[in-house]
């Protein structure tokens, strides 16, 4: 009798804190990605981080001379989720770990959420009626980032350690519609800011819009990345493994390229040389995508 009650006690003191299955497959046998994958995504990874390291004396000394605070929160954000990016492309054997999943999850909820504090940011940014310069834009932007993303970690928090849905692990819960609702859901609101801004600039309200050509090579490549991984997930919510392995390719994409991308669009002119160039480059790029058609006229 005390040894059955024994037996009971340790059993109940070894209980998982996360749920062990989910939609009949175990949580703690993920899939591990291919080698070719991981390598890739270290690769990219280290050579951004390479290059960052390479230029970060002469940015620092630009972001000292012209103090915006804009833009050195936005370097200091770079780096930050850069090397967060760095560690979930080296620790992707962690989601087929058994004692590290728990580990993956955190690290894919911060370095998701870092870059989705980008985003939303940048967003914010391009969506302000009028432009403020220094700590306004600063407190505006992060704000509004900071809100939103809050609301979407804390979301993720919930489904992923208090219901057990395999949000950032691979080859678990490939018929899970919780994990694919989520995701869809997450995919139609980014699609749909940037859908709307894309109509604004070719609608009537375009001088509302800031009249730099680059920002908007920006929207429209990220939203068709959002519409492909939107159609992807609504895919896998139906079974299709055609649409697991379309949303994973977008995946891929976004944590190889899309940090270099964003350092391009929005940081690397401010880091030139001379402003002179710098002035120039904008001119000649406004002038090349016609925005001074009106005044030949």
């Known amino acids: 009798m005390s040894a059955s009650l024994q037996v009971s006690t340790d059993s109940s003191l070894s209980a998982p804190s996360l749920p062990a299955k989910t939609d009949g497959h175990n949580l703690l046998e993920s899939e591990c990605q291919a080698p070719w994958f991981v390598a890739v995504l270290v690769v990219f990874s280290v050579v951004f981080v390479v290059y960052l390291a390479a230029h970060a004396k002469k940015n620092l000394k630009k972001l000292y001379t012209r103090r915006s605070y804009v833009t050195i929160s936005y370097y200091a954000l770079l780096w930050l989720v850069t090397a967060l990016n760095l560690g ?12 590290k999943v728990a580990g993956w999850n955190l690290l894919s909820l911060f370095t998701t959420s870092g870059m989705l504090c980008l985003e939303i940011s940048l967003l914010a940014f391009l969506l302000q009626d009028d432009y403020a310069s220094g700590l306004d834009a600063l407190a505006h932007n992060f704000a509004v980032s900071g809100i939103i993303v809050g609301v979407d970690m804390l979301l993720k928090v919930i489904y992923v350690f208090g219901f057990g849905v395999p949000l950032f692990l691979d080859g678990v819960g490939s018929t899970n519609k919780v994990k ?32 730099r050509p680059a920002f908007y090579n920006y ?12 159609f992807g997930c609504g895919l896998a919510v139906m079974g299709a493994s055609f649409g697991i392995w379309l949303y994973n390719l977008t995946v891929f994409c976004y944590h190889s390229l899309y940090l270099p991308f964003l350092y391009v669009t929005f940081l690397a002119d401010f880091f030139q040389e001379d402003d002179f160039l710098l002035e120039n480059a904008y001119y000649s790029e406004m002038k090349d995508a016609g925005f001074f058609d009106a005044d030949w006229d």
């Open 219 to 230: 929207i429209v490549i990220m939203f068709t990345v959002g519409a492909v991984a939107l």
């Open 180 to 211: 694919w609702g989520l995701w869809i859901m997450h995919k139609l609101l980014l699609t749909a800011a940037y859908g709307y801004i894309l109509f604004v600039h070719f609608s009537k309200s375009r001088d509302s819009m800031p009249p």
């Open 88 to 99: 979930w492309s080296s620790l992707q054997t962690w989601q087929c770990s058994p004692g």
